[in-house]
């Protein structure tokens, strides 16, 4: 176990944005959206005047996570047809990405398959915000990043530890830092001033029937994560696949056809998607 209690654990991942090996555009993004004042115009003139950041925000909107038919060519008709929420999201995925591709081989992947598996399901229940939905499970292992980033060895050891023993990661987490990566998760949330439905998803996608304000689409990310976790796609930091909580489960209502049009849709998406990733490499 760490030498560390939870109190300075949690003082150390809020402020991870000091770290010299968080991207430099994250940085200076934060400096943007962490002003709940910032307008669609003004964070639109920021990724506008990035060119590395734009075609990374573009990529992304007209990639299979949001199945848009027509391709979307500027940041500005991003922010009008996704919304401000949605776009920050998005946007912190995007500059979290090298940050994920150092701390965790196949955590990227694994986030963009809950991404696509959660608007599909919530495009099912016919949820109001399914992207912002999307969104949340995009981030919803962001705790990952910010435990290996500012625990290296320790966190190392975790996913050692999580292979030999055949632990979920939460349990290997758990005994490492006393928490996991969705306490984590949830710090670095707020401390980035994310909007509270994102938080709560983010804190409680492993225990969904702790949710208070926002349960189904809690529900959602929670069998996004697990549906995508036992399809193999990415990697979530161990080879087990959690268990379905059940009131989540009964919360969302889903039926046999039901299922079976999400895991279709689901499979031609995931397919998209790793065709969309390598094209990338």
């Not at 268990?243 to 499979?267: G, H, P, T, V």
């Amino acid at each position: 176990m760490i030498d560390k209690d939870i109190k300075t654990i949690r003082a150390e991942i809020e402020r991870i944005d000091t770290l010299p090996t968080i991207p430099t555009i994250l940085k200076k993004l934060l400096g943007v959206i962490e002003n709940p004042k910032a307008s669609l115009t003004t964070i639109g003139n920021f990724v506008s005047n990035d060119p590395v950041l734009t075609s990374r925000v573009l990529r992304m909107v007209n990639s299979p996570v949001y199945g848009f038919p027509g391709r979307i060519s500027s940041v500005n008709q991003a922010l009008i047809l996704l919304g401000l929420n949605v776009v920050r999201g998005l946007l912190l995925g995007v500059s979290v990405f090298e940050a994920m591709q150092k701390s965790m081989l196949g955590l990227w992947e694994h986030s963009l398959g809950s991404a696509i598996a959660a608007r599909i399901i919530a495009k099912k229940k016919k949820l109001n915000e399914p992207e912002e939905v999307s969104i949340a499970a995009l981030l919803h292992d962001i705790g990952k990043v910010a435990l290996s980033l500012k625990f290296p060895p320790e966190y190392e050891e975790v996913l050692k530890n999580v292979e030999q023993k055949r632990q979920l990661i939460f349990d290997g987490e758990k005994e490492m830092f006393e928490i996991t990566h969705a306490e984590a998760g949830a710090w670095v949330a707020k401390r980035w001033n994310f909007p509270p439905n994102l938080v709560e998803i983010i804190e409680y996608h492993q225990k969904p029937h702790l949710a208070k304000n926002f349960p189904l689409q809690t529900a959602v990310v929670h069998l996004a994560d697990i549906m995508v976790r036992a399809r193999g796609f990415g990697f979530a930091g161990d080879g087990l696949v959690p268990q379905l909580n059940q009131s989540a489960w009964y919360s969302l209502d889903l039926k046999e056809d039901d299922l079976k049009d999400i895991f279709r849709e689901l499979e031609d998406a995931l397919q998209e998607a790793a065709d969309f990733m390598l094209s990338d490499e």
